[in-house]
């Protein structure tokens, strides 16, 4: 069993920054994918950002196309934590931001509620 704790969430004006951890415990052996996804209401939760473990190749990152430019995502690996740094904050980036790992299977973490004003 994998569990997952999210901390960072908040309310910031539009420009802004926040960061948001995800530290996860458990069987996290083999994590094969470590990041973050949001829902807003009424839309489908989507990509915001992964990282996905390569072995010897090395780590390999993905964002969605909407914070491309503006958020990072790194590793802990030693805690088996992610942040997220989420700069040049916009209103539509208000959202439940959710943790997200893939070992066996996915694991969704309870969310975070981020929250940008204009």
């Known amino acids: 069993q994998v569990r997952l704790v999210e901390s960072g969430g908040g309310s910031v004006q539009a420009g802004g920054s926040l960061r948001l951890s995800c530290a996860a415990s458990g069987s996290t052996d083999s994590i094969n994918v470590i990041g973050w996804h949001r829902q807003a209401p009424g839309k489908q939760r989507e990509l915001v950002a992964t990282i996905r473990s390569g072995g010897n190749s090395g780590d390999s990152t993905n964002f969605g196309d909407s914070v491309k430019g503006r958020f990072t995502i790194s590793r802990a690996n030693a805690k088996n934590t992610v942040y997220l740094q989420m700069n040049g904050l916009k209103p539509e980036d208000t959202a439940v931001y959710y943790c997200?790992?893939?070992?066996?299977?996915?694991?969704w973490g309870q969310g975070t509620q981020v929250t940008v004003s204009s």
């Open positions: 997200y790992i893939y070992t066996a299977r996915p694991y």
